[in-house]
């Protein structure tokens, strides 16, 4: 009988981490959501102001834009705070994630509003941005519920469902959900946001070590189906 590949946390390389979403983790902000993949947490708030970015003004649509930060105790050597001018990397993710909520958004249904996601890092074990899409949407549903329930919104203008998950290649393998210490060492690291309909939104990937084929994108691509499917379960019951 063949030996079934374990990964350094026991899990089989399909698996996803055990994952934990508690809505309402906090009372100031229409939607807050606490997010548990693994050793990564990820406070997630959905607040909203009833205004748009200038190039939205008197258009009668609205915008969905997200923030992204890691906490100074979130990794194991204390990562200093932003101070000024924000750095690439953190630019990138919050752009990622306001892409990720505005593609299951009707903008002309949300009227000349902006929901902010704000995402803050409090705990790093691999997959942060990834953990942060799929924690903020949950949040982002929450805030738009309570426009509704306040009248503020005459049509719910959600779309669909999205979440996202980290692939990557690590010793010859195509893993999904990759924690840090698999992270630190994937030969291609991979980012993949999907929507409930399995549609891509976006894909991120990189060869670390070395490149990879169209066969070896063929099965990141798959895991990562396998994977979002899950998380989208772990939404649903979450929105219940």
């Given at each position: 009988?063949?030996?079934?590949?374990?990964?350094?946390?026991g899990?089989?390389?399909?698996?996803?981490?055990?994952v934990?979403?508690?809505?309402?983790?906090?009372?100031?902000?229409?939607?807050?959501?606490?997010?548990?993949?693994?050793?990564?947490?990820?406070?997630?708030?959905?607040?909203?102001e009833?205004?748009?970015?200038?190039?939205?003004?008197?258009s009668?649509?609205?915008?969905?834009?997200?923030?992204?930060?890691?906490?100074?105790?979130?990794?194991?050597?204390?990562?200093?705070?932003?101070?000024?001018?924000?750095?690439?990397?953190?630019?990138?993710?919050?752009?990622?994630?306001?892409?990720?909520?505005?593609?299951?958004?009707d903008?002309?249904?949300?009227?000349?509003?902006?929901?902010?996601?704000?995402?803050?890092?409090?705990q790093?074990?691999?997959g942060?941005?990834?953990?942060?899409?799929?924690?903020?949407?949950?949040?982002?549903?929450?805030?738009?519920?309570?426009?509704l329930?306040?009248?503020?919104?005459?049509?719910?203008?959600?779309?669909?469902?999205?979440?996202?998950?980290?692939?990557?290649?690590?010793?010859g393998?195509?893993?999904?959900?990759?924690?840090?210490?698999?992270?630190?060492?994937?030969?291609?690291?991979?980012?993949?946001?999907?929507?409930?309909?399995?549609?891509?939104?976006?894909?991120?990937?990189?060869?670390?070590?070395?490149?990879?084929?169209?066969?070896?994108?063929?099965?990141?691509l798959?895991v990562?189906?396998?994977?979002?499917?899950?998380?989208?379960?772990?939404?649903?019951?979450a929105?219940?």
């Amino acid at each position: 009988m063949p030996r079934v590949f374990r990964r350094v946390d026991g899990r089989r390389s399909n698996e996803i981490r055990p994952v934990k979403i508690t809505r309402h983790y906090t009372r100031n902000t229409p939607g807050s959501v606490l997010i548990e993949v693994g050793g990564t947490r990820v406070i997630c708030t959905a607040s909203v102001e009833k205004r748009v970015p200038p190039f939205l003004q008197n258009s009668g649509r609205g915008w969905v834009t997200g923030e992204y930060g890691m906490l100074p105790g979130s990794t194991e050597r204390r990562k200093p705070r932003s101070r000024g001018k924000t750095d690439g990397r953190t630019v990138e993710i919050q752009r990622l994630i306001g892409r990720s909520m505005r593609v299951v958004v009707d903008s002309a249904k949300l009227g000349e509003r902006t929901i902010w996601i704000d995402c803050d890092v409090i705990q790093a074990d691999g997959g942060t941005r990834t953990a942060a899409i799929t924690g903020g949407y949950v949040a982002m549903v929450d805030a738009i519920r309570w426009l509704l329930d306040n009248e503020m919104l005459d049509t719910n203008p959600l779309t669909g469902l999205v979440a996202a998950v980290s692939v990557g290649i690590v010793d010859g393998r195509a893993m999904v959900d990759l924690c840090y210490a698999e992270d630190v060492g994937a030969e291609v690291d991979m980012n993949v946001v999907m929507t409930g309909k399995g549609d891509f939104v976006e894909i991120q990937g990189t060869a670390e070590h070395k490149a990879f084929s169209a066969k070896d994108l063929t099965k990141l691509l798959s895991v990562a189906g396998s994977g979002i499917r899950r998380f989208i379960q772990a939404q649903k019951r979450a929105m219940c």
